[in-house]
């Protein structure tokens, strides 16, 4: 079984910074598609940002969020920048046994338990 913990959420104003952090627990890291998603209140969940050899992100976060992993930590990251009060939404940490960058959360096979991010004006 697969659990992803979030951690790194928080309040900040806009302008300021976060970094996520989602630790898996899994044996072979290296080989799973990792991804962000967020769900701002009254809102259907929506992509972020997600990684395999490569990343791909959502054009609203582009320029300001970067994706990255550690396969020796089995992490996965999401350092945000130049935070807007938009941004503010709970951030899913999410795994796909396939090794892609997938922007549909259905291609997802695990979910983390989420972190909040407020961001305020």
């Known amino acids: 079984q697969v659990q992803l913990v979030e951690s790194g959420g928080g309040l900040v104003q806009a302008g300021g910074s976060l970094r996520l952090s989602c630790a898996a627990s899994v044996r072979t890291f290296s080989n799973y598609g990792m991804g962000w998603f967020r769900q701002a209140p009254g809102k259907e969940r929506e992509f972020v940002a997600s990684?395999?050899?490569?990343?791909y992100y959502a054009d609203s976060v582009k320029g300001r969020f970067t994706i990255s992993r550690d396969n020796a930590k089995n992490t996965v990251y999401l350092q945000m920048n130049s935070l807007k009060p938009e941004d503010t939404a709970v951030y899913y940490c999410?795994?796909?046994?396939?090794?892609?960058?997938?922007?549909?959360?259905?291609?997802?096979?695990?979910w983390g338990q989420g972190t909040q991010v407020t961001v305020s004006s």
């Open positions: 999410a795994a796909s046994v396939s090794l892609g960058a997938f922007s549909s959360d259905y291609r997802y096979d695990y």
């Open positions: 990684i395999s050899y490569s990343a």
